[in-house]
């Protein structure tokens, strides 16, 4: 869902090289736990910033520098030098307008960072509170994994992160990956449509909502497979990321190995010709990081994983065809975002900007995102009758579930 481009690191690195650019313990602190919210595979993570907080970030290797999404909290944080900038990323549109500041003193559980490098979102083209359902004020990466030792359970919603420790094993096959402009590679072996196995590069980015993204296969386009679904796969820092969803038939990270894995592939121009800047094929997302309890050791290239209680978790793709977002105000509202063509959700008659009042006659005032979208791909051929909020006419609707890949 989330990529940001080589830009933002060179920006970085020029910027704030006389700074201190790693979170610290006081005193003989050595590691600290924390629990976070875990939202459509997504860590969310409470940050206080310059004393004030806390602010809702999504815990992301898939970026750099830490951005903030929301800047309506800039007034708070008193901020005097701010430099503007362009930044890069996935999607199709402009690049976007930002600033630059390391000003940011940064709290997250037990640990302290001063002039973290920050980007500042003008304004904020992700709409992760929408997505997410809750409000959400940025992205933190980088300056994060590369300071600790940090173990992610998924299972149990916490994590745990400590000052490297040579003496301590760690548990878990080793998998090593390399830091390409802050971020984490890895090789991975996959059934390429028409291609046969084949190893391909992927960034790790457990801030991507997908299991799998396929941009670039040598001098272009990356094969799909047979079947294929035209889709919406969110959206990047450049503007909504459009293009198919299908399967491949098999994928192998280590010792670990996943079949009929469901993997979208960008349209090419909005992604595929920006991935070919860094060499890379694609990217692994949280859908399939998630069923891994899982380590990450930057200063020593590698990461951890242990299978969990999700790793046999079936990959399916939304059944109704319906992109839901959340509106947060006094009441929470969801609404019709975008509808997927000759999906279920199109063929029933929704519409776009339709409110979603309740479903199976559930009101939708007691669900949060997580539940309405379990429910929009619970099961192939199972009816839902949703209540529609239409410029104040109300409608029912009935979806008959889909799997459509």
Not at 105 to 120: D, Q, T
Not at 346 to 365: M, P, R
Request: charged share 20%.
């Amino acid at each position: 869902m989330i990529a940001t481009m080589v830009a933002i690191a060179g920006i970085c690195s020029g910027l704030f090289s006389a700074f201190g650019q790693e979170f610290r313990f006081s005193g003989s602190r050595k590691q600290s736990r924390l629990s976070f919210t875990l939202i459509k595979n997504l860590i969310i993570v409470p940050l206080f910033i310059n004393g004030k907080g806390p602010f809702n970030f999504i815990l992301d290797t898939g970026v750099s520098m830490m951005i903030v999404t929301d800047s309506s909290i800039i007034d708070s944080l008193k901020l005097k030098h701010l430099r503007p900038i362009k930044i890069a990323g996935l999607g199709k549109g402009p690049d976007i307008d930002a600033q630059v500041t390391h000003e940011m003193s940064v709290v997250l559980g037990k640990a302290k960072i001063e002039h973290i490098p920050a980007a500042i979102l003008n304004e904020d083209l992700l709409g992760l509170s929408n997505y997410v359902g809750v409000k959400i004020h940025g992205l933190l990466g980088y300056y994060f994994f590369n300071s600790f030792v940090v173990s992610i359970n998924y299972t149990s919603q916490s994590m745990r992160f400590s000052l490297p420790n040579p003496e301590k094993k760690i548990m878990g096959e080793r998998i090593p990956f390399e830091l390409l402009f802050d971020k984490p590679y890895i090789l991975v072996e996959a059934a390429i449509p028409g291609q046969g196995f084949s190893e391909i590069k992927v960034l790790v980015d457990n801030g991507a909502g997908h299991a799998l993204s396929l941009e670039w296969w040598k001098e272009g386009t990356f094969p799909l497979p047979d079947r294929v679904i035209d889709a919406n796969l969110g959206s990047g820092l450049s503007g909504p990321i459009s293009g198919k969803v299908g399967r491949i038939a098999s994928l192998s990270l280590g010792g670990f190995n996943f079949r009929s894995v469901i993997a979208a592939f960008p349209i090419y121009d909005d992604a595929g010709a920006k991935a070919v800047l860094i060499n890379r094929n694609g990217n692994l997302g949280a859908d399939l990081l998630s069923r891994f309890n899982m380590t990450f050791d930057y200063k020593n290239s590698c990461m951890y994983l242990r299978k969990n209680g999700n790793f046999k978790r079936p990959f399916d793709h939304d059944m109704s065809g319906l992109e839901v977002y959340a509106d947060e105000g006094a009441k929470k509202r969801f609404y019709v975002m975008r509808i997927e063509p000759e999906s279920p959700a199109e063929v029933s008659g929704i519409q776009i900007n339709d409110e979603i009042v309740a479903i199976n006659f559930a009101t939708t005032e007691r669900m949060n995102l997580n539940e309405i979208s379990g429910l929009l791909r619970s099961g192939d051929g199972r009816n839902m009758l949703l209540t529609l909020n239409r410029g104040g006419e109300l409608l029912f609707k009935l979806v008959k579930l889909r799997r459509r890949i």
